[in-house]
Structures are given as C-alpha cells and as structure tokens.
C-alpha cells in the first residue's frame, strides 16, 4: 500500500505557485519558459503518480489497459521532470551562448533511451508489468532513480564549469536545490512507499522560486512595471538582441519635479504613468529604470513612430493624481538592438547616459540615437571605468605646468593638472573625465588625490631649492562648495608637512556663478592660509565689482581673451589688467605659444605667463628635469 500523504499538500501548494506565476507579469526570457515547464511537468508527475497509485490499489475494479496506462504516463513525466530540472540549470548557466554542447547531447540520448524503455515497457515489462495480480515493478525500474542522478551529476558539472559566468548567490541556490534532490532520490530508495520525490521535488521548485522566479524580484515598486534587473535579463536574451527596439523616456527635471511635488505625489505620478503606458502598449513590455526613467521593448517591426508620439503627447496632458495635477515634460531616445553587440550592463548604461543627455537637450523630440551619438557615449562609459579603477587604485596622475615670471621667463609655479591613462597606456585628458567625475560624484575623491600627490610632491623635493614658490591646484566648483574642503585640506597639509602659502587654489570664472555663496567657503580656505587664483577669466560673466568683492590673489586670463588680443591688439585687455593690478591682483596670462606672445602680455603688464612656449603639462620626473638648470 502506497502513502499519500505527501502528495495533496503538494499539488496545493503548486497550484499556488503557478497562480502567483500567472497572476504577475512575467518577462518572456528562456529561464521563465524553463520553469513553467518544470512546473507543469511537476504537476503531471504528481497527478499521474496520484492516479497511477489509486489505480494499482483498486487495479481488481479496472480494466488492466487503464492501469499500465496511467503507469506508463506516471514514469514518461517523472523522467521528463528530472530532465527538466537539468534543463533549467543549463538555461540558468547560459549554456546555449557558450556552444558547449556534450552535456546537451548526452542529456537527450538519456531522455530519450530511458523514455524509451518505458514507452515499450507494457510489451517488454522492462520498467514495470501489470497482469491479473496488478502491479508489480520490472527488472529496469531502477533506471528512474539512475536517470535522475545522471541528470544530478550533469547539472552539477555545469555549474562547476560555468559558475564564474553566474551571480555567487545564484550558484549557491543552484547547489542547494541540486542537493535538495539529491536528498530526495536517496530517501525515496530508502523508503519507496513514502511517494517522498514529489516534496523534494517541490522544495527544490520553491527554492528555484524564492531565488530566480520570484517575480517581485523583476518588478519595480512603482507600479507594474519591470525593473532593471528584468531589463537587463531581457536585454541577454539573444532572440530580443536579434530583432529588437528600445524607446527609453525621461522626465525631464525630474529631481526638481520630485522636490516640488513632493515625494509620495511624484510617486503617484510614475504609478499612473505606467498604468496608462500598460493599458496603450499592451504588447510592449515596460521598464522603470528608476530616477524617472522609463522603457518599452518591442520587436523591430512595432509602430515606433507611433508609440514615441503618442507617449510625447500623452505629457502635454498633465497626470492627475489624487490631490495634484502633475504637469511633467517627457524626452524621448530609441536604441536599435541589432546594431549593439555589447553586454546587457553596457546597454542599460548607454541608455541612461542618452537619457541623461536627452533630458538637458533642448530638443525634446529627438529620435533615434545615432551610431555617432552612442559611440560617444560608450566612450563616456568607458571612461567612467576608467576613473573609477583609478580612483580605487590611487592612480590618478599629476602633470606639472610651469608658471613664469613674465620679466625673468623664470620657472616660478607650477599648474597641477589631472591625468588618467587608459588600458593601452594612453593619456586621457582632463576635459573628459572632470565633467564625468563632477556628475557621478567622485569629484572629491578626485580632488584629495590630486592634492595628496601635489602635497607629497611639495615634501619630496626640494622645491623651493628649485625655485618653485608655489603649486596651483584646480578646484571643481562641487568640490569647492563641499563644507568640509577647508578641514579635509588643511589636515592633508598637515600629514604632509606642506605649509599653506605653497598652494593656490584655482577656481574657475565659469563656476563662479553665486558669487554670494562662495564668497564664505573662499574667505573660510583664506583663512587656513591658502591663495585663491580666479582661473580662466574672460570665459565666464564675471564683473569687476564680483570679482573685487572675493578674496582672490591672482586672476588668470583665460586663453581665448589672451589669443583675441594677440589677434587685434586693442586697448581692452591692457586696460582690464591694469584694472585688476590696481586693485592689488595678480595676473597670469595663459595659452601662451609664442615668444611673441610671452612678450606682448608682459608688455600690458601681466606678471605670470603660461603656455606650451615654455613647456606642455609634464609628469613630475620630466618636470623636475626642466627645473634644475633654472635652479642654477
Ligand atoms: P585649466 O585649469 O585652465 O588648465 C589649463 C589648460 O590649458 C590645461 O589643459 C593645459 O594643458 C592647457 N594649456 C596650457 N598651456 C597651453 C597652451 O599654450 N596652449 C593650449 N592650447 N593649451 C594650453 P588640460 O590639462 O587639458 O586641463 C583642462 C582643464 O581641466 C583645466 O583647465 C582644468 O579646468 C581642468 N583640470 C585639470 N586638472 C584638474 C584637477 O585636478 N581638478 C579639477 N577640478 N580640474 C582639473
Ligand atoms: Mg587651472
Ligand atoms: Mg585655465
């Protein structure tokens, strides 16, 4: 007499599961179609396993045929259904990408021999017979148990070989419902009347459930929108790679919306954004991509000219939540999969970076990204990789720029300017990644590494000895607002030995935008004894009574007014720098290439000069070597 305890609570249990499944949405990637496949041939095991049971109990009552039947199904769904389990695994490990065949190959040849035996069972009685004393098990029965271990063993193989190609705790769900059903095969050897394989079986499914099924895992908690997690699975799927479209949109402003809406409203907002954007693209799938970031995807062949129209047109309209109207404004971008052949992180990356650009672009109704548009971006992207790894491993470079005295030509200062270099050993210059590390906030980090080596310069040489009288450090306008820059640099001095006096600060015009605000955090660095440079003058809208009001020791002209007046000597420029002499300013004269030039700004009375007539931006070593003979 067969136990079945086990095997009601287990249909119930599945059948939960699978209304959950269905009830939530659900991407249509490989992975999902593996599960629901184990899940439907878990439930074909099981029912049949009920019925073939109930049979062989009251097989005196039934016809033979009906009872060898019901067998016969019950041991075609449990060898599919370890079979099934495998062929998650391989899903789960992206083995169809990686061409690695063989554990494909023997896994059908098992499939198939095994469901082949039993196919022929009621005529061979290799599995199982069923005569006039009902049922009873045949001399190959034992092929259940070696299927399903053969199938163990290869699943666990896979992950051996493929693990560093899966999230560490993906693995180890993996492993734990591998060896749930491990467990399962022994205990159901040990005790064949318990029916035990269906529970294990259906601990090994909640285990795949919990950890890669879940759907709260894919949505966003804005409403019924997939999350980026989901898009970026999506994005791996190589049939959505093939033939595929992608319309990001943005809210623009969105942060100074959300402050002035007001979080739970703004929340609101996004949550009847994606209910309209579901009930109008039914047969597009939807991601929210945080910070008022959205996406639908399609395939090539969708309307999607149609679809970026009607969503622009939507947000004339305002959204109207429960207390407030909502009038947002939308910008749109388009990426074509086709043509991308990098990874689903880089893609989800390009995307929000076009929709960063989209969203301060005047243009709100620009369209497809183009090829020249994404490559600036991926190098963008690029670069940020860049920085990251050399802000991590310390390696940020300081070149030195010379700063002469515009009587002697003597070096006297010297500019430190940031360097990053890339995989080839290239140099990448600063306007590429400054903006890169002011937006992603590591500016900071950038700014400390940059004085630490210009410090550890200042305590390693003999600089003074080399008749350098000062280093100027740029300063990023977020850094310079950043209340605890005074502290943090005075403590650096501190570490290094270095005296305030033997540092300038350059801030640039352009930055200067609140005079008001940035006149105390100056006044606050003055006062630990730094010197303040007005970089870049003449870039920027400055006037002289701004300029006048803040403590600054040395204004440095920027290039484009000292190349302008090279161009057409007019009376301008002398009489500016006389201006700003008289008001006790220094001045440096940058973009100086000829000696021309070097003398035409001493002339109007600049006192510093510097330029690539006197030497480019160098590393510390090259640097020191042009300064020794001055030191003479
Ligand atoms: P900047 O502070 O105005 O630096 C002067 C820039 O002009 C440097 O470009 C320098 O190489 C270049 N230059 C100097 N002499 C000549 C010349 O005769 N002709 C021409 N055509 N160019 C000349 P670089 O190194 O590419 O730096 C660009 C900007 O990046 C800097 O402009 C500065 O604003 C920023 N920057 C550089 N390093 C840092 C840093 O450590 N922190 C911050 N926040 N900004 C930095
Ligand atoms: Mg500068
Ligand atoms: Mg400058």
Redesign the pocket.
């Known amino acids: 007499m067969w136990n079945m305890d086990f095997v009601i609570p287990s249909l119930l249990v599945l059948t939960v599961l699978l209304i959950f499944y269905f009830a939530r949405p659900r991407l249509p990637n490989q992975l999902n179609r593996a599960f629901l496949f184990l899940l439907v041939s878990d439930i074909a095991t099981i029912v049949t396993d009920f019925l073939a049971t109930c049979a062989d109990n009251a097989y005196h009552s039934l016809p033979l045929w009906l009872v060898s039947v019901l067998n016969l199904l019950f041991f075609l769904a449990y060898i599919l259904r370890s079979s099934l389990f495998l062929r998650f695994t391989a899903v789960l490990v992206k083995l169809n990408r990686v061409g690695f065949t063989w554990p494909k190959a023997l896994s059908y040849f098992i499939l198939l021999v095994c469901e082949a035996i039993v196919v022929t069972s009621p005529l061979t009685g290799a599995v199982y017979t069923v005569d006039a004393m009902g049922y009873h098990r045949g001399p190959l029965y034992v092929i259940l148990a070696l299927s399903s271990f053969a199938f163990l063993l290869l699943g666990i193989n896979l992950l051996f070989r493929f693990r560093k190609s899966i999230r560490k705790s993906a693995l180890i769900s993996a492993m734990a419902y591998h060896a749930i059903l491990i467990a399962g095969n022994v205990l159901r050897i040990l005790f064949p009347q318990y029916l035990v394989m269906n529970v294990f079986c259906l601990l090994a499914i909640l285990v795949i459930y919990l950890a890669f099924e879940n759907p709260d895992l894919y949505i966003t908690d804005r409403g019924p929108a997939f999350n980026t997690r989901a898009f970026t699975d999506w994005l791996d799927d190589p049939q959505h790679r093939k033939d595929g479209r992608i319309l990001g949109f943005a809210i623009r402003n969105y942060n100074d919306e959300r402050s002035m809406y007001g979080g739970i409203q703004m929340d609101e907002g996004l949550g009847l954004i994606i209910a309209w954007l579901k009930k109008q693209f039914p047969d597009l799938l939807l991601f929210y991509l945080r910070g008022g970031n959205f996406c639908v995807a399609g395939a090539e062949d969708t309307e999607w000219e149609q679809v970026r129209k009607k969503i622009l047109e939507r947000f004339q309209a305002p959204w109207q939540a429960e207390s407030v109207d909502l009038n947002l404004s939308a910008t749109c971008v388009e990426i074509r999969l086709a043509d991308r052949t990098d990874s689903p992180d880089r893609i989800v990356n390009t995307l929000i970076y076009a929709l960063d650009q989209a969203r301060d672009s005047a243009d709100i109704e620009q369209t497809l990204m183009s090829e020249e548009t994404l490559r600036q971006i991926d190098r963008q992207i690029e670069i940020k990789r860049y920085l990251d790894t050399a802000l991590e491993h310390n390696t940020v470079e300081?070149?030195l720029?010379p700063i002469v005295d515009s009587h002697t030509q003597q070096i006297v200062a010297a500019?430190?300017?940031?360097?990053l270099r890339n995989d080839r050993g290239e140099l990448i210059?600063?306007?590429l990644f400054?903006p890169i590390a002011e937006k992603h906030g590591s500016?900071n980090l950038?700014?400390e590494q940059?004085m630490r080596k210009v410090c550890a310069f200042i305590r390693d040489y003999d600089v003074l000895g080399m008749g350098l009288r000062w280093i100027n450090?740029?300063?990023?306008p977020i850094?310079c607002m950043h209340s605890n820059l005074p502290d943090l640099f005075s403590s650096i001095l501190t570490e290094y030995g270095v005296s305030a006096n033997q540092i300038h600060l350059?801030i640039?015009e352009e930055s200067m935008i609140n005079y008001s605000e940035q006149e105390k955090q100056i006044e606050s660095l003055r006062q630990f004894g730094f010197q303040l440079a007005l970089?870049?003058y003449g870039s920027g809208f400055s006037n002289l009574h701004q300029v006048k009001k803040i403590a600054f020791s040395n204004i440095?002209l920027?290039?484009k007014i000292v190349w302008d007046y090279i161009h057409d000597r007019d009376a301008l420029l002398p009489s500016l720098v006389h201006a700003f002499r008289q008001m006790g300013f220094s001045i440096t004269a940058?973009?100086?290439?000829t000696q021309e030039m070097a003398e035409a700004m001493a002339e109007i009375g600049c006192d510093y000069l510097?330029?690539?007539?006197f030497s480019?931006?160098l590393p510390v070593d090259n640097f020191t070597k042009i300064l020794q003979p001055c030191s003479e």
Request: charged share 25%.
């Open positions: 300081v070149f720029q500019e430190a300017l940031a360097r210059p600063p306007g400054i500016i950038l700014g940059v450090v740029n300063l990023s850094q350059e640039t970089d870049d440095k920027d290039m940058e973009g100086i290439e510097q330029g690539y007539v480019k931006p």
